[in-house]
């Protein structure tokens, strides 16, 4: 589909950032260049360990024109962490920094080391080797054990999402995509994938200020099309730049990959009232999204719960709530397909979470999410990780209601989670701003039984976050026993 | 306006993102020498600073602040 895209309208701009523009015909020369490369040195798994940009994307599509798969690595991730994931995935081919490349090489002498300047060379001949990996890329995320895990999406799953992003409509050729997640998260497939097979223009967000003002980005690069999670949204609001004056370009924000609650909604209809929200949910295991819900000024309230639905299923995929007391809430079970083939070289967790089960008689392979959710009236809401549901002295609690509770009470970032066998939360507020605990308590009291009032409330400057953003419960527990004496 | 007339402006920033009164600022400091410094409190200076000195700093010149005296020559630049 890039390749229709960049035929159609081959001097558009397909990446697009601080007045750098690299049309679609340039993209294809780059993409095609890597392809030979990766042609000539044979095998099929590439790390493409680049920062976002124009080599990113080339190699990233180069792979697939080559018949390879990929997996992509944060360039800003401890180097560790990188080994680590090389290690497992073993590829065939390496694509990074002449020193990130040697540092990895090290550890991997089988495979080839690949440089970005191949980029520059001539591509134009290469177009295709005859072979094809079933698998398109894989993505390896943070397994609960703290050890990564490969998720292998396979090229039918890739083509069924990017179809769904193609069809709905969502993005069009003349829009500017926000490319700000980096290439190890899948929310950033939205964007290559789908953003370049459509012949939209991606605006990647390089370098600290970027990612820390990205309103600003907004409006310099005049972004029509937002994609991220909410984090990022409560970023801008944090830095009082969720305004029309900066966000006045985006005629739509699509959000994933953790809950996006009603506070974001209002802000954004406040600043931009004309503008869509589209939330959607999706594991990694299902291939970035497999809902989807549009919502305008005029509709959002009736989407609002403790947090916004989720939305229904796109076509083709089925969503089943399973184990619940009653059929409107249960875990999350994903059929159809965009079900990953399983975890990179490893049956014990792929048998684990992907079973079958029968739906209308027929036997079917699912994808057992550990998201615990439940109907109410049109709408699905999501409320917890499976593995997240507490029990303290004995009473079943969901931290997501306690945390709803802390949010009403003013504290809209907060992580709640189980430590030393008590209820815990800790907020994240300025030091300089006055805490007064008593009157906080209070107000909980109002929403919130007595034994899911936490029993220990503290609060800092800056919740430890992950690579992604989002709030890591680990090192808030670690936190608070660093803190407690 | 030069860098030195905006110290005692820029001190009184820190002092004020911080909550605390003792920051003495020379333009060699960097963030990680300021105990409680995090991209949260990057964010809360620039701002406050923006405000202060009416500037509009692009997200490339944040880019290349490294120390007091970096945002210090900034602000100058853009006044």
């Known amino acids: ?485 | 306006m030069t860098a030195t007339d905006i110290y005692p402006a820029l001190t009184e920033i820190f002092n004020e993102v911080f909550g605390r009164r003792d920051i003495v600022l020379r333009p060699d400091l960097t963030g990680p020498d300021i105990p409680g410094w995090n991209s949260f409190k990057f964010i809360d200076l620039i701002m406050a600073a923006e405000t202060r000195f009416g500037v509009q700093l692009n997200t490339e010149d944040i880019d290349r602040i490294n120390t007091v005296g970096d945002l210090a020559a900034l602000i100058v630049a853009k006044a």
């Open chain 1, 1 to 485: 589909m890039f390749l229709a895209a960049a035929r159609a309208r081959p001097a558009h701009p397909a990446v697009s950032c601080r007045g750098a523009v690299t049309t679609y015909a340039a993209l294809e020369r780059r993409a095609r260049a890597f392809a030979a490369a990766f042609a000539a040195q044979g095998g099929s798994g590439v790390l493409i360990a680049l920062p976002q940009g124009p080599d990113a994307y080339a190699a990233i599509l180069g792979a697939g024109l080559a018949g390879c798969y990929y997996a992509g690595i944060n360039v800003e991730a401890p180097f560790e962490k990188i080994r680590r994931i090389a290690g497992l995935l073993r590829p065939d081919m390496i694509v990074a920094d002449e020193t990130l490349g040697a540092r990895l090489a090290a550890d991997l002498p089988d495979a080839a080391l690949i440089s970005p300047a191949v980029a520059g060379g001539d591509g134009t001949a290469f177009a295709g080797n005859g072979r094809r990996h079933d698998i398109a890329y894989i993505i390896f995320t943070s397994g609960s054990t703290g050890a990564p895990k490969g998720v292998v999406i396979g090229r039918a799953a890739l083509n069924h999402f990017v179809g769904w992003v193609k069809n709905s409509g969502f993005i069009t050729p003349d829009d500017r995509i926000s490319q700000f997640p980096n290439i190890a998260f899948d929310v950033s497939i939205t964007d290559i994938f789908g953003g370049l097979a459509i012949g939209a223009t991606l605006c990647p967000f390089l370098g600290r200020a970027d990612r820390m003002f990205p309103a600003r980005v907004v409006a310099r690069e005049k972004i029509t099309v937002w994609n991220s999670t909410p984090s990022v949204m409560s970023l801008m609001m944090r830095a009082g730049e969720a305004t029309a004056d900066h966000l006045g370009t985006l005629r739509l924000l699509n959000f994933c990959g953790e809950p996006l609650f009603p506070d974001h909604l209002r802000a954004i209809f406040a600043a931009i009232p004309d503008t869509v929200v589209q939330n959607s949910y999706g594991p990694t295991e299902t291939t970035v999204t497999m809902t989807e819900l549009r919502m305008t000024r005029d509709n959002f309230a009736e989407a609002c719960g403790a947090t916004v639905a989720i939305g229904d299923p796109i076509a083709g995929i089925g969503l089943h709530l399973l184990g619940g007391a009653h059929p409107d809430e249960g875990e999350i079970v994903i059929t159809g397909p965009q079900v990953a083939d399983g975890y990179w070289r490893d049956p014990v967790k792929t048998e684990a979470a992907f079973r079958v089960i029968e739906i209308d008689g027929t036997p079917t392979r699912a994808y057992f999410s550990g998201d615990w959710a439940e109907r109410r009236g049109r709408h699905i809401f999501f409320r917890e990780r499976i593995d997240l549901q507490v029990k303290i002295s004995g009473v079943r609690l969901e931290l997501e209601e306690v945390a709803s509770a802390f949010r009403q009470a003013g504290h809209p970032i907060v992580c709640v989670l189980k430590w030393r066998d008590e209820l815990a939360a800790v907020i994240e507020q300025d030091p300089a701003t006055r805490f007064d605990e008593p009157a906080l308590r209070q107000t909980l009291a109002r929403t919130l039984e007595r034994h899911a009032i936490p029993a220990v409330i503290r609060r800092t400057a800056q919740l430890p976050r992950n690579e992604n953003d989002k709030i890591d419960r680990k090192s808030v527990a670690a936190w608070l026993d660093a803190e407690t004496p």
